[in-house]
């Protein structure tokens, strides 16, 4: 903390309240993916530049213990607090639950004598119980979407009755609007994230600043001269394009699937492997991969397309560097964190244009961007980038350079610590 201009903040309260929220988390599960991620390396970050930062997660799991620090990290601690009983509530359906969650965390807190500077909510639900605790402290409060119901509504297709029914979307608009209006400020991780709040909330706010996720560009590399690479579970297939997210309609399988059946017709013997899936799929997902399943059947692609389910995120790196390209096909992604960790071990990346993080990076300079809805545009990209080594050289050397010098966790630290300086009170 040797910048005076931030020393008015001292001790941060993360919150991140639904999902399996561990310190080595179970990548995969329902509700559990990059902002669980995001919020792990920002609160290790922050520690290493001498900021005291707890993570408040909702307690359902009884054989979890209530302080859990990170293991290559100890000063973050992972805080569960109990509230709703002994069960696990997906994100959609936690409101209910949430006036205990902050009446129980603030008692916490007060019985323990923390001493927080700011409250930081990550995602709508735990915004609301930020709000609810900085007003009991009379702190700061500080929110991260990090996805729109309404802009999520718009992109996934279906019934609207059904899609209510699923989502809850009513319910969590009204929050989200809610919460912009209260908070002392917020960041996007995309500059279309907050565009798409002036259009689909008909809000605007000089205190919302953009900051996108981060890589961490220690464990996403390539491989150093004459390291051997790391050795995987899986029996990966040779050669091979790569996806990895979860499972859900707005992640845009099925329409890779349609690009990909063209690009067999050029090469026949490429690979396509799909990671991601629980163990404990709910019915969204359990509808996706039966319809994947039916279109790879339907179009005789079996023994080129693989569905390998969830990967441990510490295996994740050799599988992108063995990869000849990586592929974020989404229909719908707020942040499109994989592309960057894909990019950050020197693999050339094909980004959907609906990902919040294209706008970060140059078509044709650092990645390929497609429309996912355009089958043969996409099938192309693919193409491309299986036949020309120059465009891979070029893609691999740019994309390696602007993760390294944008994405650093460190710093998307330093300019989170920025952002809250702007606006705690002197």
């Known amino acids: 903390m040797d910048d005076p201009g931030l020393s008015g903040i001292r001790h941060i309260g993360m919150l991140s309240t639904h999902g399996y929220f561990d310190p080595v988390p179970e990548l995969g599960k329902t509700d559990t993916g990059g902002q669980v991620l995001y919020v792990l390396h920002l609160a290790r970050a922050l520690s290493q530049l001498g900021f005291q930062t707890d993570i408040f997660t909702r307690w359902f799991d009884r054989s979890k213990e209530q302080i859990d620090p990170l293991p290559d990290c100890p000063e973050v601690r992972v805080i569960r607090i109990p509230a709703g009983g002994w069960k696990f509530i997906a994100k959609e ?20 004598n923390c001493q927080y ?7 709508v639900d735990a915004g609301i119980v930020a709000l609810e ?14 996805s729109l119901g309404a ?4 992109r996934v297709g279906g019934n609207e009755r059904e899609k209510e029914a699923v989502f809850n979307f009513t319910r969590r608009i009204g929050e989200e609007r809610r919460i912009f209006g209260q908070v002392t400020a917020q960041t996007i991780t995309s500059k279309e994230e907050g565009d798409k709040i002036k259009q689909l909330y008909d809000f605007d706010s000089p205190r919302t600043e953009f900051i996108p996720p981060g890589v961490d560009i220690d464990k996403f590399s390539p491989l150093a001269t004459g390291q051997r690479e790391t050795k995987t579970r899986l029996d990966l297939p040779e050669p091979y394009v790569f996806v990895v997210s979860r499972i859900s309609k707005a992640k845009g399988h099925d329409l890779l699937l349609q690009a ?38 339907t179009n005789r692609m079996e023994k080129n397309v693989h569905l390998v389910g969830g ?11 063995q990869a000849r390209l990586f592929i974020l096909p989404a229909r719908y992604e707020p942040f499109g964190m994989t592309a960057l960790e894909a990019m950050a071990c020197g693999v050339p990346a094909v980004i959907s244009k609906y990902s919040g993080i294209r706008e970060n990076l140059v078509h044709e300079k650092d990645c390929l961007v497609v429309d996912p809805l355009e089958p043969v545009a ?5 193409i491309r980038l299986i036949r020309d080594e120059n465009l891979v050289r070029r893609l691999v050397k740019n994309g390696l350079e602007t993760v390294r010098s944008t994405f650093s966790w460190e710093s998307i630290a330093r300019r989170h610590l920025e952002f809250y300086n702007r606006y705690i009170p002197r």
């Open 93 to 112: 359906f936690i409101y209910p639950v949430l006036a205990e969650l902050a009446d129980n965390l603030s008692k916490w807190i007060s019985s323990r």
């Open 117 to 123: 500077d700011i409250f930081h909510g990550h995602y």
């Open 133 to 146: 605790v900085a007003r009991a402290f009379s702190k700061p409060c500080f929110f991260t979407a990090h």
């Open 151 to 154: 802009w999520k509504r718009q």
């Open 260 to 297: 990909f059946s063209r690009v067999l017709r050029h090469f026949p013997d490429l690979h396509l492997v799909i990671a991601g899936g629980t163990a404990d799929p709910d019915e969204e997902e359990t509808e996706v991969v039966a319809s994947m399943k039916a279109f790879i059947k």
């Open 311 to 321: 990967i441990p995120h510490d295996e994740l790196p050799p599988c992108f560097r």
């Open 378 to 382: 996409y099938a192309d990209s693919i």
